[in-house]
């Protein structure tokens, strides 16, 4: 009998968890409940009480950044990244073709208009060489000191590469890029809190970065994000931005321009502190599982289990499978098979150009991010398995 690579799959899936599973579930095992309870105990719910302060610094703290701002979600964060980055109405930002839709919207929120790059087999996310052959192909660098797309007539404003599932990009190259054609970097790292590469945690790299701690993120605060930056004038700019611009005063309202509710209730950022307390012990669940897999797919013929970048110490956010590229046409079997025998698992994101918005927007050729769409399947990947 010859049994089918889905066969495969889901039989290795089963041995390593041994029970169904969803794709990524919070857990609760701290001091969640104390927390929430202080802050109704103390009707500090909302956007005064100690726990924000609070989340903010200890954030800061393990990101190894001056300032963290905590926020509502992660797109809002990287709305007002970009904001602070300077993207301005018909400029061009490059993010990779591959991500979730939030890093194109909030480029789309600016006004601004998403310039798609490929992505790395190594990393998953943005490839610096790729991009630097397409700058040199498509930008010029203008006496306004900016670098400009000479096929669209854009001002190509700023660059956001994003640490797909938790695996770090390559910073330091595209860090290197964005200098020489002075091009505001800007990292989404809305999946990677808890991944360092070379002992240094990503985020810390761009000018400013977003974090997410929505419900299936490797911590969570219901909804939250926050902006990370080492500029202590663009942190105070982001908090007075998602505080609505007030100017502090005892009693007066004032506000010195058009800002933003995006600031994070103090119920949020009190379930923050406690997951925050709580990420070690998910690293190190999460980095156990990966090895389970690592092991349990080693040597299946058609398919790999992603392993972290060189030099990278992944918080293994989401588990990533790619199947070889003769199995690509198999990929929605898999993701049959596995969904029928109650292991939740995902296809990639569509492409971020195949969506229908972001259609006409420039690109670079896709090659490697099509690839990976085609046959990348996310696997169970909760602290709790
Ligand atoms: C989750 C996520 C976001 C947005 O975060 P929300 O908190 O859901 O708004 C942005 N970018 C990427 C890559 C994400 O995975």
């Given amino acids: ?109 600016c006004k601004a208009v998403p310039h798609f790059a490929d992505s790395s087999q190594e990393t998953l996310g943005m490839c610096p060489s790729k991009l630097r052959d397409h700058l040199d192909a498509v930008a010029e660098r203008r006496s306004d000191g900016y670098a400009w797309n000479r096929r669209t007539g854009r001002r190509i404003a700023a660059c956001v590469p994003m640490h797909t599932f938790g695996h770090p990009v390559d910073i330091e190259p595209l860090a290197e890029l964005c200098g020489r054609w002075n091009i505001a970097l800007v990292e989404d790292a809305a999946e990677s809190l808890g991944s360092f590469r070379d002992g240094k945690h990503t985020g810390g790299s761009g000018l400013v970065s977003a974090l997410s701690f929505n419900g299936n993120k490797i911590i969570t605060t219901g909804g939250g994000g926050a902006i990370l930056t080492n500029h202590e004038a ?106 029928k025998a109650g292991v939740m698992t995902r296809p990639a994101w569509t492409l971020l150009n195949q969506l229908p918005m972001y259609a006409e927007c420039p690109s670079m050729d896709l090659g490697v991010a099509m690839d990976l769409q085609n046959r990348l399947i996310n696997i169970p990947s909760s602290a709790k398995l």
Avoid at 25 to 45: H, N
Avoid at 321 to 335: C, F, I, K, Q, S
């Fill in 234 to 339: 663009l942190g105070a700019k982001a908090k007075h931005l998602s505080t609505t611009a007030k100017v502090p005063h005892p009693w007066a309202f004032f506000h010195d321009q058009i800002g933003y509710n995006y600031r994070m209730p103090n119920l949020n950022a009190a379930l923050g502190c406690a997951q925050l307390e709580e990420l070690p012990g998910f690293l190190g669940k999460k980095r156990a599982l990966a090895s389970r897999y690592a092991a349990a797919f080693d040597g299946m013929n058609g398919v790999r289990f992603f392993r972290e970048p060189r030099g990278c110490r992944s918080n293994y956010w989401l588990n990533v499978l790619l199947l070889d590229r003769e199995h690509a046409g198999e990929r929605d079997a898999v993701l049959e098979a596995t969904n």
């Fill in 1 to 109: 009998m010859t049994s089918t690579i889905s066969e495969a799959i889901v039989g290795a899936l089963q041995r390593t968890l041994g029970t169904k599973a969803a794709l990524h579930e919070p857990v609760f095992a701290g001091r969640e409940l104390e927390y929430l309870k202080e802050c109704l105990d103390t009707t500090f719910v909302s956007s005064v009480g100690k726990f924000v302060d609070l989340f903010e610094a200890r954030l800061a703290e393990y990101a190894g950044v001056k300032r963290a701002v905590a926020v509502a979600n992660g797109t809002a964060a990287l709305h007002l990244c970009l904001e602070l980055a300077g993207v301005r109405q018909d400029d061009e930002v490059l993010i990779p073709a591959l991500s979730f839709v939030a890093t194109a919207n909030a480029v789309a929120y």
